[in-house]
């Protein structure tokens, strides 16, 4: 089994910032892509950001210069550094991972969710 934890939401005031983390736990082999995802209040679900495992990024382009996301591969954790937050960013977020098992079946694994909520 694996296991994608999320912390780090909560909110905060426009032009504020947040920090998310996830974590991966759980009968790893591998971890490819990671990513975050948001979905807003009767909007669908949206890709934020992704990297690879080598450390290759990409971003919508409503976040670009003010989202930065990064890895730790030694503590399979994904982090997504929020800065200059608007109340548009109000969404819950949620992390995916394209994992590989010990029995070297793969697919994308979701965390639970964490609300961010930006105040005006």
């Known amino acids: 089994q694996v296991q994608l934890v999320e912390s780090g939401g909560g909110l905060v005031q426009a032009g504020g910032s947040l920090r998310l983390s996830c974590a991966a736990s759980g009968s790893i082999f591998s971890i490819n892509t990671m990513g975050w995802y948001r979905q807003a209040p009767g909007k669908q679900r949206e890709l934020v950001a992704g990297?690879?495992?080598?450390?290759?990024?990409n971003y919508a382009d409503s976040v670009k210069g003010r989202f930065t996301i990064s890895r730790d591969n030694a503590k399979n954790t994904v982090y997504l550094q929020m800065n200059s937050l608007k109340p548009e960013d109000t969404a819950v977020y949620y992390c995916?991972?394209?994992?590989?098992?010990?029995?070297?079946?793969?697919?994308?694994?979701w965390g639970q969710g964490t609300q961010v909520t930006v105040s005006s």
């Open positions: 995916i991972a394209d994992i590989v098992v010990v029995n070297l079946r793969r697919g994308d694994y």
């Open positions: 990297i690879t495992s080598g450390g290759s990024t």
